[in-house]
């Protein structure tokens, strides 16, 4: 057999705060504090404890040349449960499940720091809601209260700022003004497609293409892309579209085209709006929403393995999103982003695989509600009168 370390691998000195309870019984309120080694591989959905004799093996083996390790130490506990984790990686068919994994990061050319960290953000079943009111988080009084003040609104520099003009107010201005983000949906009445092509049309339809080589293409959209790469695809979850059927679509771009995808019957795609939603309800009725769903693989084609890049296709979809809001406001509709989701379940039920490919907000479109249930920032009363 042969053997190497898993490729994206972070070891981490975690420390386990507690209250001592026999101090607690003395009556005083001392902290225990145990630090132990956890591994957080990017293949992996969990990060595993090991101890130190585990941290030295993982780091005796190399990620990129198979070794061929000696009988006593293939029979060592310590090798075998880093097989069985994935941690070390084996050539055997039992292993070949973890390398597979460990090999569709290292081809889609993730950073290392970045596929650590991006594997170990996304949710799955998370109710964030629920956490929310669980941890008595839900006002700003509650912050405040738990957190102390957050750091000021505004932090001037020390010297004297020169005033800069300020501009007449045009219609523009009066659309920046009335975008608001959306919690209260018009449950009852239906989107027309027209505004959601409209939508998709000014956004994420690409406005023209050119042709470096037949197989390499480039779009021109009216949003900025890094490195001109427009990786941000657009997948659908319609529940009240008129003349849509309710289900999850994907768009494409350069055709301005839906296709159907396997959907389940509207009660368990409202069910699983909610979940992909972590539980956000006041989102979870929109009309239609619009999955964010990066390909990787097409931005690290260019930055390969590169310290920048993942931040430039999350900033691609908050480019997305802007755009988004403000075509959706100035068709008079409401309009949300979140990046609270279980990108799990989503990237699930979208037949994504989450390391190519994979969900990083939801975008949200349709009626306002007469009626605000679910508090909206709206402080000028541009939107609510
Ligand atoms: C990246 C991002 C993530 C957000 N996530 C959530 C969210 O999880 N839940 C929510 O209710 N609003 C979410 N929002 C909306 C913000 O709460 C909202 O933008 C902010 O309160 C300011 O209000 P405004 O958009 O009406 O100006 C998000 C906005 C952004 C840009």
């Known amino acids: 057999m042969r053997v190497r370390r898993c490729t994206h691998l972070l070891l981490e000195p975690r420390e386990r705060v507690s209250f001592g309870l026999a ?24 990060a595993v404890a090991v101890d130190a004799a585990e941290c030295a093996l993982l780091g005796a083996f190399s990620a990129r040349r198979w070794q061929e390790p000696s009988e006593q ?23 070949a499940r ?26 799955q079943g998370v109710d964030s809601v629920g956490d929310m009111h669980a941890r008595g988080l839900v006002t700003a009084n509650d912050l405040r209260r738990n957190f102390g003040a957050p750091p000021p609104a505004v932090q001037p520099r ?6 800069l003009p300020r501009q007449a107010d045009d219609a523009f201005d009066a659309l920046l003004g009335r975008r608001a983000t959306c919690r209260n949906f018009d449950r009852d009445r239906p989107l027309p497609l027209p505004s959601l092509a409209r939508l998709l049309q000014r956004t994420v339809m690409a406005q023209a293409t050119v042709e470096a080589a037949p197989d390499t293409v480039f779009l021109k959209k009216h949003v900025p892309s890094g ?21 999850f679509y994907h768009y494409h771009p350069v055709e301005h085209a839906l296709l159907a995808l396997p959907s389940p019957p509207a ?38 393995n590169h310290a920048k890049a993942y931040r430039a296709v999350l900033l691609d979809v908050g480019h997305v999103s802007q755009a988004l809001y403000l075509c959706a406001t100035e068709a008079g509709l409401g309009a949300f982003v979140t990046a609270a989701i279980n990108e799990a379940d989503t990237d699930q039920a979208l037949g994504l695989d989450g390391v190519r490919q994979g969900a990083v907000a939801i975008f949200g479109v349709g009626w306002r509600a007469v ?6 920032f709206d402080p000028a009363h541009r939107v609510w009168g």
């Open 23 to 46: 101090a607690i019984l003395r009556g005083k309120a001392e902290v225990d504090s145990e630090v132990a080694w956890v591994a957080l591989a990017a293949h992996l959905d969990q």
């Open 73 to 95: 130490q293939c029979a060592s506990p310590a090798v075998l449960r880093l097989l069985e984790l994935g941690l070390l990686l084996g050539d055997q068919p039992e292993h």
């Open 98 to 123: 973890h390398l597979a994994r460990d090999q569709a990061m290292c081809d889609a050319h993730w950073w290392p720091l970045a596929a650590v960290a991006h594997r170990h953000s996304r949710w």
């Open 158 to 163: 020390d010297g004297s700022y020169a005033p």
């Open 227 to 247: 490195g001109g790469l427009h990786p941000v695809e657009t997948y659908l979850l319609v529940q009240n579209v008129e003349g849509l059927a309710s289900g």
């Open 267 to 304: 009660a368990e795609l409202a069910r699983l709006a909610c979940t992909m939603l972590s539980g956000q309800e006041w989102f979870a009725d929109a009309p239609a929403m619009l999955v964010l769903a990066p390909r990787f693989e097409r931005c690290f084609w260019k930055y390969r």
């Open 371 to 376: 009626r605000q249930q679910t508090t909206e």
